[in-house]
């Protein structure tokens, strides 16, 4: 027998379920590729009198929303894919790194100035990753030389100071990089009026990606037998 890949029963009842979403689907796609399936982004151009900083802030902002723009598509994708194939679970543990996206895209937008913020924090995450790896005996030079290494280390050092913005409640020390900006996705979620959608897409989400109570009782189904 030949191995395929998606369930055909399970897609036939998607589609008698979600027969209107079909309708208009085809309709949904041509419009995401009109806006986003382009390599180029063509930003504003600067205004009279604006500020050097102030245009390259917006330069980013523009760019970086508009990429995160084509991951929130991409999201979109994965979980028709996988709802359509009676993944349900996992098309609802995709809505969280959609969720964050998105807000994170509004919150950039309203506030440009924190654009170079995100793209800095990568350094953050790398060094992470390089640490992990360190801390379980795994030697990564053959994928990221040392001189690359030694660069992260650098530049993290450079710019780390810039993330130790929280403080610790008990001892008033900074605590070490923890995000790119101080509003959690909750308050970036407030500030466009999506606050409602924090809880079902963000917390009860985040209990799916991860190993929780919640994630095994919501497999489990209650019965007569003992």
Request: with cysteine; aromatic share 8%.
């Amino acid at each position: 027998m030949p191995i395929t890949f998606g369930l055909p029963r399970e897609q036939e009842d998607f589609a008698t379920r979600n027969s209107k979403f079909l309708e208009v689907l085809p309709k949904l796609t041509q419009r995401i590729n009109e806006i986003l399936a382009t390599r180029m982004v063509h930003p504003d151009p600067r205004t009279e009198g604006e500020p050097e900083e102030v245009w390259q802030n917006r330069l980013i902002a523009q760019r970086l929303v508009f990429f995160l723009g084509r991951l929130a598509a991409e999201d979109f994708m994965e979980i028709l894919l996988e709802c359509a194939n009676g993944y349900d679970m996992a098309g609802l543990k995709l809505l969280r790194p959609t969720f964050e996206g998105v807000v994170t895209s509004l919150y950039i937008t309203r506030h440009p100035d924190q654009a170079k913020a995100f793209m800095g924090y990568h350094t953050v995450h790398q060094r992470k990753f390089l640490k992990i790896a360190e801390a379980a005996g795994i030697d990564l030079s053959a994928i990221i030389p040392p001189a690359e290494q030694a660069r992260i280390e650098v530049d993290y050092l450079a710019s780390r100071g810039t993330y130790r913005m929280m403080k610790c409640p008990e001892c008033d020390a900074a605590l070490a990089d923890v995000s790119w900006t101080k509003a959690d996705p909750i308050a970036m979620a407030r500030e466009p009026g999506l606050k409602e959608l924090a809880a079902q897409c963000y917390a009860y989400t985040t209990l799916h990606i991860h190993t929780t109570p919640t994630r095994l009782i919501s497999r489990l189904e209650e019965t007569e037998d003992v």
